[in-house]
């Protein structure tokens, strides 16, 4: 394992926590502001029969090694013929809240999942954050991580022993028969509110949790499409180009005929994200827009819903307990 | 590992013969992709190569003919691989800029300058970790050194006192341009990973006594765990960046510029040695050349005869497994 910071007492958000004295500082390493280089290095590595893990504190810092990502990494194994495998795991955390700002929120998921060669996950869940970088670790291929800063703060099951998420597979995390809402991510979370509020509308969701970006077995999505014939995708990164719009486009080719309305994404829009909480708090969409959104839809009035989340305090923060900076 | 004069000599024809009968079979359109020859470099690569032990690993660049076929890359596999066959080292999908011999140690090439720098220290790295007492050695260019990824890839080989071979083929060209508009005059490829703490030496690159006398020292350095070495050898590119052509005539350098290197040549330099020391006589010479000569025939009438990939082939392999 290396990483900035991935031994220090801060232990990337508690991730990393006893790493270093557990399996020795020669094997949990910190690096040298090298982004770049370091990925090529843990490529090298890979190349070589090691399985080891990158981890960038934030997605930002990634893009300096695009280079070794795209170009080498992601194409190792095909342009020698299928002679070498590079199973590396990079793991990014999407940064948001508390003035992250311009280049501290990026959550580049559509731009990796892109690429041929390159696997992407995103975990919602404690079990599948445990799961999906065990296959990851395990996966003779490039992995992409991209683990959420607001879900550290989540609480869950977590199965123990060598607990794997199959990559490729999303899941349906509450069945439902009116719509259906596929999240990325924090956005997951963010569906599963909106759910518990369209309840009272007499509205029941399919939320389906996508897991991977890439490869990704659409079926699941087609079969709860062809059940509910409404799609909404809620994805936690800009509209342009995005994952949703990819979802959208599948479910389009593949059940055209079951829906009965134009499905819809619930993304950031197209901007930088911006700094002041007085800007971020109506940037990124809340369950409340997911459930007005589904009674448009559906042709359900949501005016008596109401929008709870700041009643839980500031906005910019995932829970009371945070209290910044970092 | 000590190789002789004549092992040596050996290497460095097979690399000239090889990347002559690319230029004379070019024209024939068949190999369809590019292919940047080192004609003129052959003792940069023989020479470090023919000093390594068969277990370390190299890495290399665009101009890696050279140093694929010196470590002991399969010849049949490098010439089906620039026709596009499936018999290729990479099966048609690399080409001439993505050669690989894992049997030998050839760990891959990359074309995007340094790229496969930091690569190598990697797989230094996981040496390292394993207690094994192997080197990487990893080729690229005078340019190479203006990128941020070799210099993090020299910092970071520092750090962790890593078995790497930085060596750094000056051929006083990145494609057309000279070292004035990329670098301040002067100042010295080597010099810069000596400021960044490393052992560095600097030698003719076309001199494979040189070659090997400073490859001893580098690697005898970097496997008894005092860390990298930086080797610069000045050399230089007979034939055009890219392609099987002369370009002495287009601008960017002088015809009596390439001539005033090509008495240079490291094997006519060889050669002579080998002659006035009485180690070889003319005839056994030219023996040897036949030799490879039919060799490179073989290599060559293979890879015409060879199966193109078929076409679902380029849909395979996105993933391992």
Redo the contacts between chains.
């Keep these: 394992m290396i990483g900035l910071g991935t031994p220090d007492p801060k232990g990337v958000f508690g991730s990393t926590v006893g790493l270093a004295d557990k399996y020795g500082t020669?094997?949990v390493l910190d690096?040298?502001v090298?982004e770049?280089?370091?990925?090529?290095?843990?490529?090298?590595?890979?190349?070589?029969?090691?399985r080891p893990v990158l981890t960038h504190q934030r997605v930002d810092f990634s893009l300096v090694s695009f280079?070794?990502i795209i170009?080498?990494a992601a194409k190792?194994?095909?342009?020698?013929?299928?002679?070498?495998?590079a199973?590396l795991v990079i793991r990014m955390i999407v940064g948001r809240g508390w003035g992250q700002g311009p280049q501290h929120s990026q959550s580049l998921q559509s731009i990796f999942a892109h690429i041929?060669?390159l696997?992407v996950v995103m975990p919602t869940t404690p079990a599948d954050a445990k799961g999906l970088l065990l296959s990851a670790i395990f996966d003779?291929?490039p992995v992409i991580i991209l683990e959420h800063r607001w879900l550290y703060n989540i609480e869950g099951p977590v199965p123990e022993g060598d607990h794997r998420t199959p990559i490729g597979v999303p899941r349906v995390v509450r069945p439902g028969k009116d719509i259906t809402i596929v999240g990325t991510s924090y956005m997951t979370i963010e569906a599963l509110r909106a759910a518990a509020m369209l309840v009272d509308l007499g509205i029941e969701a399919e939320v389906i949790d996508l897991r991977t970006i890439n490869?990704l077995d659409h079926e699941p999505i087609i079969e709860s499409v062809r059940k509910t014939s409404h799609l909404i995708v809620a994805d936690t990164s800009w509209r342009n180009c995005g994952v949703a719009g990819e979802i959208v486009a599948r479910v389009a080719e593949d059940a055209f005929h079951y829906l009965k309305s134009a499905p819809q994404r619930v993304t950031l829009p197209d901007a930088p994200v911006p700094t002041s909480h007085a800007l971020t708090d109506e940037f990124y969409p809340r369950a409340i827009d997911i459930a007005h959104l589904a009674g448009d839809m559906m042709g359900i009035s949501t005016s008596g819903l109401s929008d709870n989340s700041a009643e839980n305090g500031m906005l910019d923060v995932p829970d009371n307990s945070f209290r910044g900076p970092f | 590992m000590t190789a002789s004069l004549l092992e040596l000599y050996r290497s460095m024809l097979l690399i000239r013969r090889v990347e002559e009968r690319i230029i004379d079979e070019y024209a024939a359109q068949e190999m369809r992709c590019p292919v940047h020859l080192c004609i003129g470099q052959e003792a940069v690569a023989s020479g470090v190569c023919a000093t390594l032990d068969p277990t370390d690993k190299v890495m290399s660049g665009h101009r890696s003919h050279g140093h694929y076929l010196a470590k002991g890359g399969d010849l049949r596999r490098m010439i089906a691989e620039i026709y596009g066959k499936r018999a290729g080292c990479s099966l048609g999908k690399g080409g001439s800029m993505h050669l690989i011999d894992l049997t030998c140690g050839f760990m891959g090439s990359a074309p995007i300058v340094a790229s496969t720098i930091p690569i190598a220290v990697g797989t230094a790295f996981a040496a390292k970790c394993r207690g094994e007492h192997r080197i990487t050695a990893v080729f690229f260019g005078d340019a190479a050194v203006e990128t941020g990824a070799f210099h993090e890839s020299v910092n970071f080989a520092l750090v962790h006192s890593l078995p790497v071979l930085f060596v750094c083929e000056d051929n006083l060209y990145s494609v057309y341009t000279p070292l004035e508009p990329r670098q301040p005059a002067g100042r010295g490829l080597a010099q810069l990973a000596a400021g960044m703490g490393m052992a560095t030496a600097k030698g003719d690159g076309n001199v494979v006594k040189d070659v090997v006398r400073l490859s001893e020292t580098a690697i005898n350095h970097a496997r008894s765990g005092q860390g990298p070495y930086f080797l610069e050898f000045t050399t230089y590119r007979w034939r055009e960046h890219c392609g099987p052509n002369f370009d002495n005539d287009i601008g960017y350098r002088t015809q009596a510029e390439f001539e005033t290197w090509q008495a240079l040549c490291p094997i006519g330099q060889c050669r002579s040695e080998l002659i006035s020391s009485g180690t070889m006589s003319e005839n056994e010479l030219v023996s040897i050349d036949r030799q490879l000569n039919d060799n490179i025939n073989a290599a060559f009438e293979a890879a015409k005869s060879a199966s193109f990939p078929a076409s679902h082939e380029a849909l395979e392999q996105v993933f391992a497994n």
């Design positions: 020669e094997r690096m040298p090298s770049n280089a370091l990925s090529g290095v843990v490529l090298g590595s890979a190349i070589d029969g090691m280079e070794q170009n080498q190792w194994h095909y342009m020698y013929g299928g002679q070498a495998t199973p041929p060669g696997k003779d291929n490869p």
